[in-house]
């Protein structure tokens, strides 16, 4: 921004000043909003810096200050990293253990009794949302101008990316069982949105896995209580669904559920009784009673 405004005559640090202050939000989570976040901010000079401090001050309950914009930049770029490693790292040890016959959940609850050295993340069926699978190939590609490979980056994102096609092939693994084609099968997905409880589907893993199962010949279908319709989608111009209702007549004709996003009010209880097969990327099966259903993590 610095170039574009001064390309009207001002300049920086004396007609006006500029700072930054990254993005912290948690969608979905009541506990942490605007006022309780605390905002870090960094100026392009001292002065850029205190205004901007001046004015968050009294409308969020913590300021961190920071040297330079650069510095709080790259504190964004440092969160969204950590989140995106740290998932990569769980959805590999998913596939480890499960080969072992480990519950890799069980595990993960074990592990965060440790009240100190140890943060619990989750596995899942891919990265979504605006931010976290998006920032750290930025800062791969910020590296690269610098003439340093991120590799541990990139591999995490290897994984993360690859995740989508892993549940399509546990679908056809569930599918197989029944002695079934993936060609010509109903499955429906449960939950479009990146995220549980939102209503954004920015970037879901929902809809590689949805494209997946449709260049396989699936028939596709969706269910998300706070996405009705799919908006236009510029990777995925091919998905044009409306979201079905999970009544018990629609369940049963169903070949496969996919949990892939593992909203509060989806009655997971009505389709562990009525849908024959649920494949679970969520773990929001494990204490369900099924009905008719064959259950298999993802």
């Known amino acids: 921004m610095r170039p574009i405004l001064e390309e009207t005559g001002l300049s920086a640090g004396s007609d006006f000043f500029l700072a930054y202050s990254p993005e ?22 001292d002065t850029s810096r205190d205004l901007a401090v001046a004015l968050y001050k009294p409308v969020v309950d913590g300021v961190v200050p920071v040297s330079s914009a650069r510095v709080a930049e790259a504190c964004k770029i440092l969160e969204n990293t950590y ?41 899942g069926p891919g990265l979504g949302g605006h931010c976290i699978p998006i920032d ?43 002695k079934q084609p993936l060609q010509g099968s109903r499955v429906c997905i449960l939950g ?23 260049r396989r010949g699936a028939i596709v279908t969706y269910h998300d209580p706070l ?12 998905l044009r669904l409306d979201s079905q209702p999970l009544s018990e007549e629609f369940l049963r004709l169903q070949d496969c559920v996919v949990v892939v996003t593992d909203h509060s009010n989806i009655d997971f209880d009505r389709v562990a009784r009525f849908a ?22 993802a």
């Open 227 to 238: 996405i009705p319709t799919l908006p236009p989608l510029r990777h995925h111009p091919a």
């Open 83 to 123: 989140r995106a490693v740290n998932i990569a790292l769980v959805n590999e040890l998913k596939i480890v253990f499960e080969a072992m016959g480990i519950d890799v959940w069980e595990v993960i609850a074990a592990a965060k009794t440790k009240p100190f050295g140890f943060q619990a993340f989750y596995p």
């Open 136 to 178: 750290p190939f930025y800062l791969t590609w910020a590296a690269r101008k610098q003439g340093i490979n991120t590799r541990f980056i990139e591999l995490a994102g290897e994984i993360n990316t690859a995740m989508p096609a892993r549940v399509v092939e546990r679908i056809t693994e569930a599918l197989n069982d029944r």
């Open 192 to 214: 479009v949105a990146y995220k549980k409880d939102v209503d954004d589907p920015r970037e879901s893993p929902a809809f590689p896995i949805m494209e997946q199962l449709q």
């Open 24 to 45: 912290r939000e948690d969608p979905g989570n009541r506990d942490f909003a605007t006022r309780n976040i605390p905002k870090v901010v960094g100026g392009i000079d």
């Open 276 to 297: 024959p097969v649920v494949v679970d990327t969520r773990n929001v099966t494990a204490s369900l009673e099924p009905g008719i259903c064959r259950i298999y993590k």
